[in-house]
């Protein structure tokens, strides 16, 4: 449950891609609505990520580019999955030629914020999965969001890109969007190599209000799951060590968003009363 009646709205983007955006966003996702939160995932990237990660009917299905297109209503868009906390928004069916335009609908937020109001009654936590860079699609899902999340990879290039959304973040907010930094995410970290575990060791040490204490290790459990069209958390029964990582992370994200888990809102469950 949230405490209050706000809904959050986070924006999970970066500069650069190849860094497990999606990777994030769907995970996150799962282990957020595991821990109680009414959550919503939106793909707005027009490749499709997130519906190419869960299932080849789910990438088929229309979506988001229906809805915003006028032919089809939102709630025949919204696919509720098995975990009852969990609903996802597709892309939907985009051609090649229409992505210009897709982006330039959604640009000024005003699309996206209105998705997610009309929809605050039924979700706390709406996510926006957005493609890399800070244009288009992705500048109106920041402008839609109360927060962005931004997942970078350990490894240098990737840690420099961190100026630019800091400068895009201060640009939103002179034009009056109140978004803010959720906190930024180590993804691919390869505790083992020098270099990776160096530019964890610097973030941590110059953002450390800023970098989440979890990151994501580098894991062939993560192409694994997206083999089997399901998050890291379903692949086996018995979870890997790397799905720990996102509970870890869902935690601190409630801390951050004041959100309380299902667990946490009723208090402690007797084993045998």
Known sequence: ????????????????GGVGKTTVALNLAYAMARRGSQTLLVDTDPQGGIGLSLSRRTAAAPGLAQYV???????????????D???????????????AGFGSVLADGAVLGNLAASLAGRFQLVMFDTPSGFAG????????????LSPVQAEPL??????????????????????????????????RVDKSLSVADELWGQLSDRVFQTSIPRDPAF?????????LGLLHRRPSPASS?????????????????????????????
């Open 158 to 191: 990737a840690a420099r890109s961190l100026s630019q959304l800091l400068e895009v973040l201060t640009a939103l907010r002179n034009e009056g969007t109140p978004v803010e930094l959720l906190g930024i995410v180590l993804t691919m970290l390869q505790m």
């Open 69 to 83: 297109s006028q032919t089809a209503p939102l709630e025949s868009v919204i696919i509720q999955t098995r975990v």
């Open 223 to 231: 192409l694994d799951a997206s083999a089997a069209g399901v998050p």
């Open 137 to 148: 699609v992705t500048l109106g899902a920041m402008r839609a969001s109360t927060h962005v």
């Open 1 to 16: 449950m949230i405490n209050g009646t706000t809904q959050r709205r986070v924006c999970i983007a970066s500069q650069k």
């Open 245 to 273: 990582s996102f509970e870890q992370l869902a935690i601190e994200v409630e801390a951050r968003l004041q959100l309380t888990s299902a667990e946490e809102a009723h208090g402690p469950i007797s084993l045998v009363d």
């Open 85 to 99: 906390a969990l609903s996802v928004l597709p892309v939907g069916q985009l051609a090649m030629q229409d992505t």
